[in-house]
């Protein structure tokens, strides 16, 4: 469910949803009522980012209230420790541009390793396909990419994408 207020996401969370989408105006008792019904947040951050932007923002701090508040949020969420995916909105930003949204998942305070996590084992877990991706281990389809620096220590490492494997193959070095 795509949703940026409480009231939102309260009739979301009552309604049986899997995950909420954005949850920038998420409360503690929201986010701790999500965790136990394990409802995962995409936090989508970069949406935020890219509309403020979009708006004239020019990135510099101080940030308008709506990135603030998607900030303020994703902390909250993961104070809570519910589950916490990594998407972002289709068609508010280019495709291709996934990599933004990881690095504003650190730079709220998400550590490197578990952005890495969220964006993969995470994903799959939420999607309920990790039986087939999300993983590296046997049986798996193999789909993933070899960086440049460790993602799990600075997840700007992604954007130094040296090989892609696509179902075990190299498809690009």
């Not at 603030?68 to 994703?74: A, K």
């Not at 495709?95 to 933004?100: C, K, L, P, Q």
């Not at 504003?104 to 550590?111: E, N, T």
Request: net charge neutral; with cysteine; aromatic share 4%.
């Amino acid at each position: 469910a795509h949703s940026v207020t409480a009231e939102g996401m309260r009739r979301a969370i009552a309604a049986g949803v899997d995950s909420i989408e954005h949850g920038y105006g998420g409360t503690p008792a929201i986010f701790t009522a999500m965790r136990d019904r394990s409802i995962a947040l995409c936090p989508t951050l970069a949406a935020a980012d890219a509309v403020a932007r979009y708006r004239g923002w020019d990135g510099v701090e101080p940030a308008p209230a709506a990135v603030l508040d998607s900030r303020r949020s994703f902390r909250l969420a993961i104070a809570a420790g519910l589950p916490i995916c990594m998407g972002g909105d289709v068609g508010v930003f280019a495709h291709g541009a996934n990599a933004r949204e990881m690095e504003l998942m650190q730079a709220a305070g998400m550590p490197a390793a578990a952005v890495a996590v969220a964006a993969t084992a995470g994903n799959a877990h939420i999607f309920g396909i990790d039986d087939k991706v999300g993983s590296i281990k046997p049986g798996l389809i193999a789909d993933l990419i070899a960086v440049a620096g460790d993602p799990t220590r600075d997840i700007v490492a992604v954007r130094s994408v040296k090989l892609v494997m696509k179902d075990g193959r190299i498809v690009a070095p």
